[in-house]
């Protein structure tokens, strides 16, 4: 090359530099906006091979916060169990029309192997993926509040986009007065969310719980996500609250998909009424 | 010891770095370190413009593909550096200079001048990295804020390691 005339040079290594940077620029447009396609599967899954890796290194240091989490939720879900068998009693000895539920939640547990908190955009990794029934748009929920929706799946892993992702909005609702908002990330720390579009005439004091709910089909109802700090923010003729969360996304391990039965019907009924409405 | 051989080891010994260390060290939203940037400042003062991108892709493309994160974020703004670190390697050297030296260092600068270089070429990184992360203007001092103290902790991080592992001794 240093045969060339300088200019020359100048040139190749300028259309050296675009050609580089090109490819970097549509590998950042591609990837944020989430898109499935044949390379990022087959970088993926290379990925995830290592992350797997190196996650089982990592994972050690959170062995005890975990453990102390799982063994709070199996007090709270053999507290739930004996009410529902109570309530089965209840129901079963009057029985006279069975009203069997066809269509429900139901959860398959996963372990996280990938994971951040501190980007604009978080995503996580989960170890679980089509073979093991998880589809795209099914929502994730932990020990302590939601975590995400699933957005892509491959067949032994699947990407969540995080609660903790400026571009995701979710539903949530006061658990008090049940009335819903809109549920996002501000970017800025990793424990504090904002519930917009909540009515002025709603009364809200801090410390009111915010809890999921199933208009989305995503997440079964009342998932406690987390507590209105003070200071609410009048925008327009809403209200603005800020949100603390219960889940501490640094030390998450171990979440769970919820897969709802009856989603594919009640999209279809969705759809159709929005196809009337036009 | 022979050059590429010299190159490729840094690579590793760099690229290792970053992954096992300073990508899970999570110092909060508002400090990223990202030392290994250095690797592209070490390379001698008359090293082809060309290859000194190629080297900086293939860092930045390793970086992203192992990493996490937007995939592609650390190489756009590796690149933009290798691109730009003679045009400022000119700019802190004083004219004629810059044909006598080897590889840039505190020896054959002078700690301003290699400060004011490292400060240069990290600057460049940051804006490309930064802005290409969020993509708007939406947070604009966020991101600026982001962008600062990335910034300080980085030049001090690679100054520290230059004359930690780097630097010749007289």
Known sequence: ???????????????????LQSVAVVLVVNN??????????????????????????????????????????????????????????????????????????????????????NRQRNTLIIDKGSADGISPDMGVISARGIVGVVSHVSEHYAMIISLLNTEQRFTAELKKTGTFGTLRWNGIHYRKVTLSEIPLHIEVNPGDTVVSNDFSLVFPRSVPIGLVLSGSLKQGSFLELDVELFSDFKTLRYVNVVSFSGAD?????????????L | MNDNLKYVLRFLFFLAFQLLL????????????????LFLLLFPCTYPTALLM????????????????????HTASFVVTGALRSTILKTVTVKG?????????????????????????VIAHHLVFFTLESLSFFLFWHTFARFVCSLLLNVFLILLFKITFFERRR
């Open chain 2, 22 to 37: 300073f990508q899970n060290l999570n110092l909060g939203t508002y400090l990223a370190p990202m030392p290994y940037i």
């Open chain 2, 54 to 73: 190629l080297w900086a892709f293939a860092f930045g493309l390793t970086l992203d593909v192992l990493g996490t994160g937007i995939l592609g974020l």
């Open chain 1, 1 to 19: 090359m240093s045969g060339l005339p300088p200019l020359l040079r100048k040139l190749l290594v300028l259309l050296l530099f675009l050609a």
């Open chain 1, 265 to 277: 019907d009640l999209r279809k009924v969705t759809d159709m009424d929005m196809e009337e409405a």
């Open chain 1, 32 to 117: 944020s906006y989430f898109q499935q396609n044949a390379i990022m599967r087959v970088v993926r899954s290379w990925q995830t091979k290592w992350w797997e890796k190196t996650s089982s290194w990592t994972a050690f240091t959170n062995l005890r916060k975990t453990n102390n989490d799982l063994f709070l939720e199996n007090t709270r879900l053999r507290a739930e169990l004996a009410r529902l068998s109570e309530l089965e009693l209840f129901l079963t000895a009057q029985d006279s029309l069975r009203m069997a539920p066809t269509d429900s939640f139901s959860f398959i547990p996963a372990r996280v192997i990938r994971n951040s908190v």
């Open chain 2, 97 to 121: 200079d810059l044909d006598n030296l080897m590889v840039p260092g505190f020896n054959q600068l002078g700690f301003g001048r290699y400060s004011f270089f490292v400060m240069f070429c």
